[in-house]
């Protein structure tokens, strides 16, 4: 289990537990697959904030949540701002 304060972007498969701050409105974008809805959720912990890429079903199970534990996750940079980003592998689990 990491800290965000300890996230960098070469960060593999993320372990941690943060609290939601906020859910950013979800937009559509299109992809290799087709068009797929993306929102921006911002998570922290004691330590800081960072940015969450949500898609599809993980915007409403992440909207409603206090708390989440993911798992497997992966950090990219963008726009100067480091974020948390979810693979098929990873795992997202509601807390609170």
């Keep these: 289990m990491v800290k965000i304060s ?17 859910v950013g409105e979800p937009r559509t974008v299109n992809t290799r697959f087709g068009p797929k809805n993306v929102a921006t959720a911002i998570i922290e912990d004691d330590t800081g904030r960072i940015n969450l890429s949500l898609w599809e079903d993980q915007i409403q199970t992440v909207s409603s949540a206090k708390k989440v534990k993911i798992a ?12 948390v980003n979810l693979s098929k592998q990873s795992t997202l689990d509601v807390v609170e």
Excluded: C, H, M, R
């Excluded at 300890?6 to 906020?22: F, M, N, P, R």
């Design 72 to 83: 497997g996750a992966y950090v990219t940079e963008w726009s100067n701002n480091l974020q």
């Design 6 to 22: 300890e996230i960098t972007v070469d960060s593999k498969d993320v372990e941690l537990e943060a609290s939601v701050v906020e």
